[in-house]
């Protein structure tokens, strides 16, 4: 496909995007950890690099897609990396409309985190650190998603699961940092078993791994369906589906622009992402793909009653994270994987503006807690609330906000073509989607309390421009997405997309309004800190985690530690015993043999008599006979 | 065919030079003592990167040195390397050289000695990897083994007389088997000569019995698997490792349980390739055994080293798996987690040394928010970590892709129960970090200080190491490729 790009390629744009990164993190870390402000010049200086490529890569591919009959083919740039008889792996670029879109999302969030992070980590002695890591992210992730084959795709799968690992622990002194960030990268790890497995399956089966060969496999059908599930465990690990999901509110302890980043725009989407890629192979498979659907819906809501009952902001948008993620995952379970990456799409943003409204929150009243923010004066901070605002309506899929487009695709897509079950647990979803993002916007906009509890006391002042300024893009891009939706399925996948469907999108709207109206009469009069939902005694199982972690509590200090209790004491007391044991006999037997040697001399005359006597007789015998 | 001396001799000769010098070197020019030892490792550096370069990558023995030693019994002085040994004489070298970077502060008393001794071992190690003749060979193992005994007992530290003792025992007990091994193949092949290679045409010529092969190759296999640590005859290593001072764990992790592995390949493999077909099955039990064992046992642990040193245990029988997959991935990824393995566990004990240094313990629960203090030290650790748990950048990564690779060609099921130690792995190495180095900074450790220079250019060379290898694995593989093919070719055939 190199003609189609030009003499020139666009490989040079795509070097653009994939180095600038990496060659930042090395920089930072080898010589600028001192240096804090060179080490933010340069990882920013990488970024806008990577976004100016990226925006460009993106309006020239789109100029070709554009001119273009139908889907624009994939092209890969690639140079032979690793081969053996057997099979082959290359290493380099794939472009295709799914790469550069998903190259958007996470070059442009990647960039106003980190301009965004110029205020919040604001006199962090760990800057340097935070930036390097951060560099080394976005190029793994950068490197995730133009990966052309599914070995790259589980290098840089698994360099984002470290930086999500360093970042999560990036305030190392804290013990539930430390905690959560081995909890995630165990958890995560735990869940790409199954992708490596599935991986190593693939090229058994054909001695290849490359994205663009997927269409083209032919496998029997019990194996796409094993390879299928297989990939789909390092995605329910990675995109946090249930009931591995437990890693991501843990992950919270990190660095909110880390949340924004990693754990709600970027690296928890790589899944969904990789559903997408390998879209032939589950397609191939009915059973993998009603197994995706259920997950999906599991995922979406069981986070969703759990966003219900939080009081941290961030744990809120934690669950909602899983819960939109769910969203994903049923969509493309549903068949629709343009919807799956349109939702992504979206909530790229409007998640990243909820992360960071509720840093700026943070940042401003000093805890994570909603009602303490709201007393500390939330509402008084205008750019963030109303931002805020913008984001929960999107989350809760109100038209004309970017989520209200991409959801209705989703619930056209189960409608259609699932059993009826799933759409309406699907729109019941959404009924508590609108609820919890909603009981944050009401809480928030309690008045400020006065007393001596208020630290600042000054309401009016919001966070400094880098923060807002963020956030203010990330609105508008939130308000403005949704009406590019027949431009993104024309360029993702070549066919015009449908106008609205309104006998889904009313009764969900209707729904969602709803779930405000709930929210709004328990939570927006009064200092209630329960609303209906909480008193329901049902609601104690989201509050105590579905008992999921207590279940995995069990499972390492009993199984797994109990385990490894006994191979220690087998190897210490058995094998290691045996070993003791041989020596001992050695020794013990030496012992008893040197008693023979009494230098008494008639004792030695007779045992050599006796010696000679039996050997005698010995070859006598021998003789004889 | 004659060959003079050449480079090869040179590789193990150096060393002795070193040795021989420190021998008249009063003891008192301390700063002296550890300049020549380093100026000796720094030379065998320089030509171990460049036989590598120059190394041809078709294969086969080169730089040959081949002269009639001993007429009578046929021993020959013959040298060669080829693409498995190559590699193997970078990675002593890399990690003798960071060795002694890394004790240049650490040992303080008889440094002429331990220098000595070191010298003495490494040129033991080298001599191994380059003898083709299986008198030089033995001999060579032997002056690998010893040294270490002296250098744990004088040196060490945790139980160091058991520990000295019980690893000197063991590996003597395990050369036996191998020297029953070799004498029975010179009696069978006519006690006309010792060397490898005559010894390979001869069994060609006159095939031994499938009695023959099948007991003697297990023999052989112990002997050296011995030193590989291969389950149950593992309980030395960490004992060993743990009472060892800092630079000889190093190289006894790092390169004398390769001597064992390599051995495998070089004598039993080499010359009984039947064997290993035969065996094949028991050898990955036995490795699977290690795999998933050794790490359960190195989650239950205390001491950083034991930690480290069960983790050589699940990583070594990482090697023996894919030689029992008798396929080209498992031999590769075998030959390329014994280099990625011997660099990456050099780092390890490089750290934890430095940490025991300055803390004088090693008990993980005593330890918390260590970073704080010592950001390098925690950094190259977590780095050797990383590596350690197979993080892609990091050659082991290749190595054990290419081991599961040809694992899952081999035996599906068995490949997919040991992928589970990589999770394993990850649980104890990250449980170190957080309990030992992150975490509320305890304030017993405010007085400790982060590594020096010297030492932070031993992290360097290790690091940069694993990330060119693991980044650039071709670097790696188009060397060993052609030679494992081969040594394949015959197993199979």
């Given amino acids: 496909m190199a003609e189609l790009y030009g003499p020139l390629g666009l490989s040079c744009l795509l070097h653009g995007i994939f180095f600038p990164y990496f060659i930042a993190f090395g920089v930072i870390i080898l010589f600028l950890r001192r240096w804090e402000k060179a080490a933010m010049a340069v990882s920013i200086l990488a970024s806008s690099t990577v976004l100016a490529s990226t925006l460009m890569l993106f309006a020239r591919h789109q100029g070709l897609a554009a001119g273009h009959e139908g889907v624009l083919p994939a092209a890969t740039y690639t140079l032979s990396w690793l081969s053996t008889d057997s099979a082959a792996f290359q290493f380099g670029y794939i472009l295709d409309p799914l790469s550069v879109l998903m190259l958007i999302v996470v070059e442009v969030v990647s960039f106003l985190v980190q301009v965004y992070s110029i205020g919040y980590m604001h006199g962090d002695p760990g800057r340097a650190r935070f930036y390097a890591y951060l560099s080394l992210f976005s190029g793994s992730m950068t490197g995730l998603v133009v990966s052309p084959n599914l070995l790259q795709t589980y290098i840089f799968w698994e360099l984002v699961g470290l930086c999500s690992y360093l970042l999560i622990g990036f305030w190392w002194h804290k013990p539930e940092a430390a905690a959560a960030a081995k909890k995630a990268f165990v958890m995560t790890r735990f869940g790409d078993l199954g992708l490596f497995i599935g991986l190593l399956m693939l090229l058994h089966a ?52 880390v949340s924004a980043l990693i754990h709600a725009a970027t690296m928890v989407v790589a899944g969904v992402y990789l559903l997408s890629r390998s879209a032939p192979l589950f397609l191939a498979s009915e059973t993998a793909m009603l197994v995706v659907l259920s997950f999906g819906v599991v995922t979406a809501f069981v986070a969703a009653t759990m966003a219900c009952v939080q009081r941290d902001i961030k744990k809120v948008w934690a669950y909602s994270t899983v819960s939109q993620l769910g969203y994903m995952v049923l969509a493309f379970g549903a068949g629709s994987s343009q919807a799956s990456m349109f939702h992504l799409f979206t909530h790229a943003f409007y998640k990243a503006l909820l992360f960071l409204g509720a840093g700026s929150f943070i940042h401003h009243a000093g805890s994570n807690d909603l009602f303490e923010i709201a007393r500390k004066g939330g509402r008084g901070m205008r750019i963030t609330f109303w931002t805020t605002v913008i984001g929960a309506l999107a989350l809760a899929g109100l038209p004309p906000f970017s989520g209200f487009f991409s959801k209705d695709a989703i619930l056209v897509a189960v409608k259609e073509n699932c059993h009826p079950l799933w759409y309406i647990s699907v729109m019941f979803v959404g009924f508590l989607t609108a609820y919890y993002s909603f009981r944050v916007v009401f809480i928030l906009f309690r008045k400020q309390e006065a007393g001596p509890g208020v630290a600042h006391g000054h309401g009016g002042h919001d966070s400094p421009l880098v923060m807002t300024g963020p956030l203010m893009v990330l609105a508008l891009a939130t308000i403005c997405v949704g009406a590019w939706e027949g431009g993104f399925g024309h360029y993702l996948s070549g066919a015009p997309h449908g106008a609205l469907h309104w006998d889904v999108a009313i009764p969900a709207t209707f729904l969602a309004l709803l779930g405000i109206v709930l929210a709004g009469a328990s939570f927006g009069s009064g200092g209630r800190e329960e609303g209906v939902l909480d008193r329901l005694p049902v609601m104690e199982i989201p509050r105590r985690k579905y008992y999921l972690d207590d279940f995995y509590y069990w499972v390492t200090q009993k199984i797994v530690l109990g385990f490894s209790f006994l191979c220690a004491y087998v190897d210490r007391h058995f094998v290691d015993g045996a070993v003791n044991g041989v020596a001992d006999t050695v020794r013990w037997m030496g012992s008893q043999w040197s008693k023979m040697q009494t230098g008494q001399v008639q004792q030695y005359l007779n045992v050599l008599i006796l010696i000679f006597s039996i050997l005698g007789f010995g070859v006598y015998l021998t003789v004889k006979f | 065919m004659e060959h003079g001396f050449g480079i090869l001799t040179s590789m193990w000769v150096t060393p002795m030079i070193g040795v021989l010098i420190l021998i008249f070197l009063p003891s008192r020019y301390e700063t002296g003592v550890r300049l020549v030892s380093l100026l000796a490792a720094a030379i065998t550096l320089v030509s171990s990167i460049y036989l590598y370069i120059q190394f041809d990558p078709r294969g086969g023995f080169q730089f040959e040195e081949n002269m009639l030693w001993i007429d009578y019994f046929g021993v020959r002085y013959h040298h060669g390397a080829d693409g498995l040994s190559v590699p193997l004489l970078l990675l002593t070298s890399i990690v003798i050289f960071c060795g002694i970077l890394s004790s240049w502060d650490g040992i303080k008393h008889r440094v002429k000695e331990f220098h000595i001794l070191m010298l003495l071992l490494v040129s033991g190690v080298f001599g191994v990897f380059i003898s083709l003749d299986a008198v030089f060979f033995f001999i060579f193992y032997e002056i690998a083994v010893l040294p270490m005994y002296l250098l744990i007992i004088v040196w060490g530290s945790t139980r160091k007389e058991y520990s000295g003792m019980k690893l000197t025992l063991y590996l003597l007990f395990g050369s036996v088997f191998v020297l029953i091994g070799l004498i029975a193949v010179y009696v069978h092949t006519g006690m006309k000569t010792t060397d490898l290679l005559e010894f390979k045409a001869l069994l060609a010529a006159n095939p031994p019995s499938d009695l023959f092969v099948r007991t003697i190759f297990p023999m052989m296999f112990l002997g050296f698997g011995m030193l590989a640590a291969i ?8 004992d060993g490792h743990v009472a060892a001072p800092t630079a000889a764990s190093m190289l006894h992790a790092g390169v004398l349980m390769k001597l064992g592995a390599f051995g495998i390949l070089r004598v039993a493999v080499y010359l009984l390739p039947e064997g290993l077909r035969y065996w094949a099955d028991m050898i990955v039990a036995l490795s699977l055994v290690n795999i998933i064992y050794g790490a359960f046992v190195a989650m239950h642990q205390t001491d950083l080293k034991f930690v480290i040193g069960y983790s050589s245990v699940s990583h070594m029988g990482i090697v023996m798996f894919g030689i029992g997959m008798l396929n080209y991935e498992g031999f590769a990824g075998a030959a390329f987690q014994m280099f990625a393995h011997g660099v990456m566990t050099a780092l390890f004990f490089a750290c934890v040394g430095a940490i025991y240094d300055r803390a004088h313990t090693r008990q993980i629960h005593a330890f918390g928010g260590i970073y704080r203090r010592m950001p390098i030290v925690c950094g190259a650790f977590l780095c050797g970590g990383l590596a350690g748990l197979g993080l892609p950048g990091f050659a082991g990564f290749v190595a054990e892709f290419l081991v599961f690779w040809g694992a899952f060609k081999a035996h599906p099921v068995i ?79």
């Avoid at chain 1, 269409?215 to 194996?223: K, M, Q, V």
Wanted: charged residues 10%; proline residues 7%.
């Fill in chain 1, 206 to 257: 054909k001695g290849n791994a490359a994205f663009t060969d997927f269409g083209t496999l032919g496998l029997p059908a019990g194996l796409a369906t094993c390879i299928s599930l297989l990939i789909f465990c390092g995605v329910i690990g990675k995109s946090s589906q249930f009931p591995l999901h437990v890693w991501l509110p843990d992950a919270m302890e990190g660095p909110t622009p």
């Fill in chain 2, 231 to 238: 389950w149950p005859f593992h309980t030395w290593s960490p």
């Fill in chain 2, 415 to 493: 490949a997919s129960i040991a992928v589970v130690g990589l999770v394993l792995t990850a649980f104890y190495v990250l449980r170190v970090f957080q309990r030992a180095f992150f975490g509320e900074p305890n304030p017993k450790w405010d007085g400790l200080t982060d590594s020096s220079a010297i030492q932070n250019t031993a992290y360097a060379i290790l690091i940069g190491t694993m990330l060119v290898f693991g980044i650039w694995p071709r670097l790696f593989l188009d060397i060993a490729q052609a030679d494992l093919n081969l040594l394949l070719s015959e197993v199979l055939r």
